[in-house]
């Protein structure tokens, strides 16, 4: 099964920081952009972050610019999202998907379709 696989979630105090990992199961993310996404409880889903397949073009959401940083790690087949100074509106589940081809290089990439989606992991912050 093509899938993507989050981790890295859990419970975290205002102004504290969570890397996530994406990583790919069963093929290879090298020459895709990748994006990840968050949806918390009766809010539609939103566009966090998304990287580009050269890890060069990287784009954020206004709400988590200098404060989340995506990169990825093409031997580990691995994209992650450093979170810091995390907020209590940061609190969702977190999603990462392919947004894009070798070319595509994250324009309005929270609209995107997004492909192998995985089955996403919880990030709540709280005292």
């Known amino acids: 099964q093509l899938q993507l696989v989050e981790s890295g979630g ?15 199961s069963g093929f290879t993310i090298d020459y895709d952009a990748v994006g990840w996404f968050r949806q918390a409880p009766g809010t539609a889903r939103e566009g966090v972050s998304c990287i580009d397949s050269t890890g060069g073009i990287t784009a954020y959401a206004e709400s988590v610019k200098a404060r989340f940083i995506i990169s990825r790690d093409k031997d580990k087949n691995t994209v992650y999202l450093q979170m810091n100074n995390l907020r209590a509106e940061d609190t969702a589940v ?12 994250c324009s309005n990439f929270g609209a995107r379709h997004g492909d192998h989606w995985g089955k996403g992991t919880p990030v709540t912050v709280s005292a």
């Open 10 to 24: 859990g419970l975290v105090q205002p102004g504290g920081s969570l890397r996530l990992s994406c990583a790919a």
């Open 94 to 105: 977190y999603y990462c998907a392919v947004v894009g081809g070798t070319y595509y290089r």
